[in-house]
């Protein structure tokens, strides 16, 4: 007796954007991308007069690596696409998307490296051959790689040309691997860690403009192609699955990033992400967990730095006493603990737009209170516009943070003792927001930031649990604050507005956790060392930083609005319409083979 299973056909593949025989687009990205590769290894220009130097042949150096890198890239993802052994577990989702993103970021960094080039050196005369070869290597895998097959269907026969070009973007979502042995995950969570630590290294000790933007353009296309390939859905099914091996993993990679620098500025900006991240994410427990829209957050960030700047010991301070490190962090975390409750307290029973308004004048009117603490207007405790300077270096049980000291052979200087510092507050930090936001009280946040009137109806008591959001997060910031009033020597009130040019201030925070995604753990980290290592490797930002911001965040809002880091909650709420309403039922084999033989 014989039994036939029937098998619903699947969705096949979508239309290429331009009408080549896939079989020659698929030979033209791999020829294209050779030649893009072989091409770095000649000389790109004739003098050295632009960064990177260029002109040697056999050698690749400065934005030719880049290109080096995404046309490699390119090559082995297009390879994948024959099935070849070994190299087939590169695109378990995409197929194609992968190599049509990775072959237009081929195309992007050496169009603007010869773009740059042209413009610096006064004109295309300053190529050399090198830079021929790969551009136009480099051309021939972009436009060959549009005439791969989609790797979803278009439903829709009118679509536009932006349509088709979006569409043949997009990927199917990867299927569920093979269950490998844990110590396997393991150390696959550890590689990508690695990987991340290195290409962030590389990213922070860039030594000219020319080479970040290139470098920007590169992750940025590289990173979204290894999403389009369901690689990125695969390491995030590891991490969610050994999270406290990825927390660790994640501990010992920053541990390790101030060993890979050789200057102090970049471990100072290092310093600096740290501690606009873990205020971040004390933001993200207001604003993420609980849905408190506060908008003078980073007043507490200024209440924590001055009340540790009284008790430094600075020569400036109207208090003239010395508190020890720990006493000066309980002082700092303390006094944005009050006044985190002193100002929630009669204000939280707003919401929405009127608790913002009121946040923001909160901090307005702490920047211009310590402005006016001169001795003139009011009492001399702050020293008025002029802040506290002079504020020395900690010294905890003999080690002075102000020193270099050489640790297993590395010498670290000052901005790298801070940044090892502030990365313990952060995985304090870290482990409160994780432990708060698992708790029955952090479900009750969530509830309340869904919807208050029906978390009330059930019993919760929305006023103190949202001033204990509200109190914990000014500690967060308090603590961090405690920590920037020594890495700055000097701490005014200009340094905590509203918005400004210059990190931190609340519009930057606030966009940090938006733009990383807001409830999430790893989220604001992101986003605060975007938004703070794109300006401070970029000088010529600086002016149009709140521009630059809006406009990142509108293009989020279209493209992504659960932000780059998003929980499962976020993105069914914003892609409700990807995911059916009701699951399909599965089907037992006995079942099947019934309705099989029902059916015949």
Not at 394 to 419: E, M, T, V
Not at 455 to 469: C, E, Q, S, V, Y
Not at 590 to 599: D, F, L, Q, R, V
Request: glycine share 12%.
């Amino acid at each position: 007796m014989t039994t036939n299973h029937t098998t619903a056909p699947g969705p096949g593949p979508g239309p290429a954007f331009l009408p080549i025989p896939a079989a020659a687009a698929r030979i033209g990205t791999v020829v294209g991308s050779v030649v893009a590769l072989a091409g770095t290894f000649l000389a790109w220009t004739w003098t050295d007069e632009f960064p990177g130097d260029l002109t040697v042949t056999g050698y690749p150096g400065g934005l030719q690596v880049l290109t080096l890198i995404a046309a490699a890239l390119t090559l082995l993802l297009a390879l994948s696409g024959y099935g070849i052994r070994g190299l087939r577990w590169l695109t378990p989702g995409g197929t194609n998307s992968p190599v049509r993103l990775l072959a237009l970021g081929t195309l992007g960094t050496t169009g603007y490296t010869m773009g740059a080039i042209a413009y610096d050196l006064g004109g295309v005369v300053n190529f050399e051959p090198g830079a021929w070869v790969s551009g136009i290597g480099a051309l021939i895998a972009a436009v060959t790689a549009l005439g791969l097959p989609g790797d979803q269907p278009l439903t829709d026969t009118g679509a536009t040309a932006w349509q088709r070009f979006r569409n043949s973007l997009g990927a199917p979502q990867a299927p569920r691997p093979k269950a490998l042995p844990s110590w396997a995950e393991i150390l696959i969570i550890v590689a990508a860690f690695g990987i991340g630590l290195y290409v962030f290294a590389y990213g922070i000790d860039t030594d000219y403009t020319e080479l970040f933007i290139g470098f920007l353009i590169t992750v940025g296309f590289a990173f979204t192609a290894l999403h389009r390939a369901g690689l990125v859905s695969r390491l995030t099914a590891l991490t969610a699955k050994h999270r406290n091996i990825t927390l660790a993993a994640a501990l010992v990679a920053a541990v390790c990033f101030p060993f890979t620098q050789q200057k102090e500025e970049y471990a100072l900006i290092g310093a600096n992400i740290l501690i606009f991240g873990t205020v971040a994410l004390g933001l993200n427990v207001v604003v993420g967990l609980a849905g408190l829209l506060d908008l003078g957050y980073v007043a507490f960030l200024g209440v924590g730095a001055y009340a540790a700047a009284l008790v430094s010991g600075s020569t400036m301070s109207a208090i003239g006493v010395e508190f020890p490190f720990w006493a000066a962090v309980l002082t700092g975390a303390g006094a944005s603990l009050v006044f985190g409750v002193l100002i929630g307290a009669p204000t939280l029973r707003l919401r929405g737009d009127y608790l913002a308004i009121v946040t923001l004048g909160f901090g307005e009117i702490f920047r211009l209170t310590v402005n006016n603490l001169n001795g003139n207007s009011g009492p001399d405790l702050t020293n008025g516009s002029q802040g506290i300077p002079s504020i020395p270096d900690l010294n905890f049980f003999g080690f002075d943070f102000g020193l270099k000291h050489n640790i297993l052979g590395f010498d670290l200087g000052r901005s790298a003792n801070y940044y090892l510092l502030m990365l313990v507050f952060t995985a304090v930090v870290v482990l409160v927001f994780r432990r708060s936001g698992e708790s029955r009280i952090g479900r009750a946040w969530v509830a309340i930031r869904e919807d208050e009137t029906a978390a009330t109806a059930m019993g919760i008591n929305a006023f103190r649990l949202k001033l204990l959001a509200f109190a914990l997060g000014a500690t967060l910031a308090g603590l961090a604050g405690t920590v920037q009033a020594h890495v700055n020597y000097t701490v005014t009130p200009e340094q905590y507005q509203f918005a400004g040019s210059v990190p931190p201030n609340s519009a930057f925070l606030l966009a940090a956790v938006i733009l990383g995604g807001m409830g999430t753990l790893s989220g604001p980290l992101v986003g605060a060392a975007l938004l703070y290592l794109i300006p401070a490797k970029l000088q010529f930002m600086q002016d149009y930083q709140l521009f630059l911001f809006g406009i990142a965040l509108i293009l989020l809002m279209r493209l992504r609005p659960e932000g780059l880091v998003a929980d499962r909650r976020k993105q069914l709420e914003f892609h409700e319409n990807d995911q059916p309403d009701v699951p399909e039922p599965r089907q037992s084999e006995e079942t099947a083979a019934g309705i099989a033989k029902a059916g015949a």
